[in-house]
């Protein structure tokens, strides 16, 4: 350690009460030193890891971070997967997991005001209490921050009926890179004073400000909920589904696709054996004063056909959505595997499958594909085995390459929800304009002029 | 005209092609000088109004101002009621209501890609063909231009349930100040690509950019319909029933309040006697296939008590709810007449509508209000007469700013929907810190650094 960076860890200690743990654990670096994207290379380890405990504590970590030019890369619960929190120099880690107040809930307003580190989980578990529910809601909701969510305009299962974290963000708190705080945003549901900031930081994944403090809009908690599982014959025929549920004009709070190798993974991890019955699946949850209505319009709408529904009131297709909701993730992608999440126009989903696996064979690579249905956005995993045939990591990043061209020349997108982080900034040169970056990066540069806030992400 | 003017004439005319027309006559340029904001003074002229028919016109019309430093006024409808339409000084003014192509419906996508000029009811109309609509409806849609509802980031009487104008923009085209052309956002209905220029631009009055091509998400028309009208003995008991509402975890698509002294207004207007009923009505309008179940749930809700409730399937609600939509603003704001556009937490609807009350007892000035009460946005009218009493001007304004004031106290916003355009850029300052304000000069900057979209309003 040089002696700037020494002295910068003095004064660290002495700019910050007791309470604001520091630490310097080689295992608390280690473990604070990634996201669940892949990693190529070593992980390499940051100066430090701050706990902030209040908002105080990460002013005066930004004032002296921005003294010394030292970079922060905030963290939540490092559930991210695009690399975003990867540690890539020298820097220090600010975990904001232990500013986790729900500061209030006020149910009449339909609002709840929380610091960052509250787990997603945990907001709706309070919001409960009320009635009501905080909507967005990644798979990973038992484990990611709402200060993460926010940051990564992270998605989720119900998102295609009550919209994505910026539909539920109303207001934020930030940390600007010098340490000053600032407000943004609103309050109230509706509000056009201004430009919307609110909307600049939310999915700017830590490189413009640190989130401290949000107001979050709330929704009823559902009066009824109905799901319905549908197996199909093949993938084509389940994304045929989702047009006909779409011209039937429900629109459901959950469907979700799952393609037949996914559904075998699920039948190994919970030794059922939905495999055998078709090759593919559409999870569909109906909810509020309609969902009875829309059970009968969905049973009626594959009443004839080879599709085998769940039967009503019965728990397995609460089961399977409870399955997918928990299968992802559970292990990191690593160099032979690679979660993808690009998101392509609704009418496309099944032709982008085809493709996908047309590719996925020419380059001998495994693929299975799960989707936000009601969105457009597929999270497909293409996969080779280590051993197998010759180069597999090129042939894999081929695939992986060609599968994201094909997404952007069908009017796509890179990432639907799972943000750009480290790992698809090259990408993003393909699906937008040199002009369309470059305003980026002036905006960064306006907000964090000395470019310490997670540099090297997002953009 | 001086010489460098004449010449900057010159060159657009000779920029553009025959089809883009260019006005010079007095009554042209008096009819784009404004919007239907109030108006201090005589109206401005601008020097000359253009009317690009294709992006190239946009493209040449901005170069050629950006080399001249010519202020440009974007300006659709002319229906905004902030004066960010206003002729203030030396500019030309560019109308879009001719660049209104529908280029695309794609019904599957359940997306529209439109020109800005597009009528906000005739994309409707266009919609609805595929049985989907165009969700934001501010109650100008019969004139107002969907390019303007994005630049204003329009509200409406149905965003309670589906959200402001920023919730249906996917993606825009954007000439730049210079004349660049850029894409931002996405086709797909997530993405979450780079930081959210779209937001960024939307909402910002063409402060930022000219919008000249945007990306729609469109929504299933409802199945069902169902309006109900309640009239509650005062505007306190109807707020009351707000919270009713709420408390039946209903979300109407429509959630209208008015007081007596609007309703003495449709009275008068349709000739109708509703005034004699009670002191407030709320206009509820249920849709989609749980309609008829909120029906019951509401009716029941105000089942006993005073209320009086338009019998079930009767057209007297739905009228009623048409009389609402067009009722207001057929006169503009004058010296002796404000519309204010505020919003609150929806807890304190009732409270703040006391508080106008008292502030309009005080200054001796009338008062009526009209609210979406589902989002807690509030339009108090206030007025004094022209003749009554000492200093009716300032009477008026001082109860007009208090009531601002009041509302930014209560955690509200100065601008629900209507944006900050002339008149409310002062208030800006009341409700965001000196630090926001500057962030956003700054952007403004950044992307205008001659100051010349629509210079002097919206920050
Ligand atoms: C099993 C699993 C399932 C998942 N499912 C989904 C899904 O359905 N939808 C979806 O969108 N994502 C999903 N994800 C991805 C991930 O969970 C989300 O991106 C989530 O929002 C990250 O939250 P986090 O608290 O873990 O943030 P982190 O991973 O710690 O950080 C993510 C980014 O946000 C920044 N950040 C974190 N907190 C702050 C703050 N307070 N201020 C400023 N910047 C901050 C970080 O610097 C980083 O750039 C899933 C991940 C896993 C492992
Ligand atoms: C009777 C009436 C009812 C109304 N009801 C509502 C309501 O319910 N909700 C609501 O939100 N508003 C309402 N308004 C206000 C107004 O209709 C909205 O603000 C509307 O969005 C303005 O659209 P416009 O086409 O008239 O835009 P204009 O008034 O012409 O312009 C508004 C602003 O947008 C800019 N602009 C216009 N087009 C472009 C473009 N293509 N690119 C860049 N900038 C552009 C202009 O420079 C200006 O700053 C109402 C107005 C009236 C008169």
Redesign the interface.
């Known amino acids: 350690m040089s002696d700037s960076q020494l002295e910068f860890l003095k004064q660290l200690r002495e700019a910050l009460p007791m309470a604001a743990k520091i630490e310097d654990r080689r295992e608390a670096l280690l473990e604070n030193s990634r996201d669940f994207g892949q990693l190529v290379g070593e992980p390499v380890l940051p100066l430090a890891v701050v706990y902030p405990q209040t908002v105080a504590d990460v002013q005066n970590i930004m004032r002296l971070s921005y003294e010394h030019g030292m970079p922060v890369i905030s963290r939540g619960a490092g559930t991210g997967v695009s690399g975003a929190a990867h540690v890539t120099g020298l820097c220090i880690v600010m975990n904001l997991m232990q500013l986790n107040r729900i500061i209030e809930i006020?149910p009449?307003?339909?609002?709840a005001v929380v610091e960052p580190g509250v787990i997603n989980y945990d907001l709706n578990e309070a919001a409960a209490e009320f009635?009501l529910m905080y909507a967005p809601d990644p798979a990973s909701y038992k484990m990611s921050t709402v200060g993460g969510n926010i940051a990564?305009?992270a998605?989720g299962l119900r998102?295609?009926k009550y919209?994505?974290t910026?539909?539920s963000v109303l207001g934020l708190d930030i940390v600007?890179a010098d340490g000053?705080l600032?407000?943004?945003g609103?309050?109230?549901?509706?509000?056009?004073?201004?430009?919307?900031?609110t909307?600049?930081f939310?999915?700017?994944e830590g490189t413009?400000g640190v989130v401290v403090r949000a107001v979050l809009r709330l929704?009823?908690?559902?009066?009824d909920e109905r799901d319905v599982s549908i197996v199909f014959p093949s993938l084509e025929a389940a994304v045929m589904g989702v047009?006909s549920i779409?011209?039937a004009?429900?629109?459901p709070a959950i469907l979700e696709l799952l393609d037949l190798p996914t559904i075998r993974i699920l039948d190994e991890q919970y030794q059922t054996d939905y495999a055998s019955r078709g090759g593919a699946m559409l999870l569909v949850r109906l909810d509020?004063?309609?969902?009875e209505?829309?059970e009968t319009?969905i049973r009626e709408a594959f009443s004839d056909g080879p599709m085998t529904l769940s039967s009503s009131g019965a728990p397995e297709a609460t089961q399977l959505i409870e399955m997918r909701r928990t299968s992802r993730g559970d292990t990191k992608d690593d160099a032979y595997r690679m979660g993808e999440d690009v998101?392509?126009?609704?009418?496309?989903m099944a032709k982008y499958v085809q493709e996908l696996r047309k590719i996925a064979t020419a380059h001998d690579v495994d693929v299975r594909v799960i989707a936000?249905a009601?969105?457009?956005?597929l999270h497909p995993t293409l996969s080779v085995e280590p051993e197998s045939g010759e180069n597999p990591l090129i042939r894999l990043s081929e695939a992986l390459e060609e599968s994201i061209r094909v997404a952007i020349d069908m009017?796509?997108?890179?990432?639907?929800?799972?943000?750009?982080g480290l790992i698809?900034r090259e990408w993003?040169t393909w699906?937008?304009?040199q002009?369309?970056?470059q305003?980026?990066h002036?905006?960064k540069s306006?907000?964090d002029e000395k470019n310490i806030l997670n540099p090297g992400k997002?953009?």
């Open positions: 006020r009449e307003d339909e609002v009635g990564t305009n998605g998102c295609a919209g994505v910026r539909e600007l000053r600032i407000r943004v609103k309050n109230t549901f509706k509000g056009v004073a201004g430009y919307d900031l909307s600049l939310t999915g700017s413009l929704r009823y908690q559902p009066v047009q779409a011209r004009r429900v629109q509020g004063y309609g969902a209505k829309e319009v998101a392509v126009p609704k009418s496309l936000h009601g969105d457009g956005n009017g796509g997108t890179i990432t639907g929800e799972h943000g750009v698809k993003l699906e937008q304009s002009d369309v970056i305003i980026q002036d905006i306006l907000l997002a953009i």
